[in-house]
């Protein structure tokens, strides 16, 4: 799976957009960028994922460019709750029977009031 | 979404015993489960993948032996940690994913194993 590049810490205004940048550069024709976030003490959980066109859900935005080396999870009104580590993920669908997610270090997304 | 569940939540233990973490997925069949491990400050690091009825395939490092794995029923999976010391307090995720080519992994809660 292509290695990831996230920010080790950003900072977000209470009701701003929070745009958290991944670098992916070496990805590969069929591999999905995936996000999830985790909240202290808590399980990781699925944000969004696409392939190489935008992305919206009722959570977030996922912006991928053109060349698919880098992307963009946008959240458009961040709240306190969305505090966590946001983790960028490349993977190709599936993969069989021994699907891993490999998480990296992530972005630890401070929103303050 | 799919919701997962583990049990306990938190759990202290002796140096020496045993202890069994359950992980189920709730409301529908998990294919395949997955073992993370989590230390303070840092990141998920997977241990171990397990297809139901399956032995599980362990990663590089993790001793099979030490981390019991048992994945009996579509709904269900098991790690035991044999013979714990304070070397293996972490926080344990589980993972389900519903099918093969599920895009969707969806995590339990977490359980916090302290060894004193």
């Known amino acids: 799976d292509a290695k990831t590049t996230q920010p080790p810490s950003m900072d977000c205004a209470e009701g701003r957009a929070a745009n958290l940048p991944c670098n992916h550069s070496?990805?590969?024709?069929?591999?999905?960028v995936y996000w999830y976030r985790q909240i202290h003490s808590q399980g990781p959980q699925y944000i969004i994922h696409?392939?190489?066109n935008n992305e919206t859900n009722e959570m977030a935005s996922l912006i991928i460019t053109e060349d698919r080396k880098s992307s963009t999870l946008i959240l458009p009104h961040a709240t306190l709750r969305d505090t966590a580590v946001y983790y960028c993920i490349v993977r190709v669908l599936g993969g069989g029977s021994n699907y891993k997610l490999t998480f990296g270090k992530g972005t630890l997304l401070t929103v303050n009031p | 979404g799919a919701v997962v569940s583990q049990h306990p939540s938190w759990v202290i233990c002796k140096s020496g015993t045993s202890v069994k973490i359950e992980c189920r997925s709730l409301d529908f069949q998990a294919t395949t489960m997955f073992w993370y491990r989590q230390f303070p400050k840092q990141s998920l690091m997977l241990m171990a993948t397990s297809n139901e009825g399956s032995k599980a395939t362990y990663e590089q490092g993790v001793e099979k032996d030490k981390f019991l794995i048992n994945h009996a029923s579509l709904t269900l999976s098991t790690l035991t940690v044999t013979s714990a010391h304070p070397e293996d307090s972490s926080f344990y995720i589980c993972?389900?994913?519903?099918?093969?080519?599920?895009?969707?992994?969806?995590f339990g809660p977490g359980t916090r194993l302290t060894v004193t």
């Open positions: 696409g392939l190489k």
């Open positions: 993972s389900a994913r519903q099918g093969l080519l599920s895009y969707e992994q969806y």
């Open positions: 070496t990805i590969s024709g069929n591999e999905y």
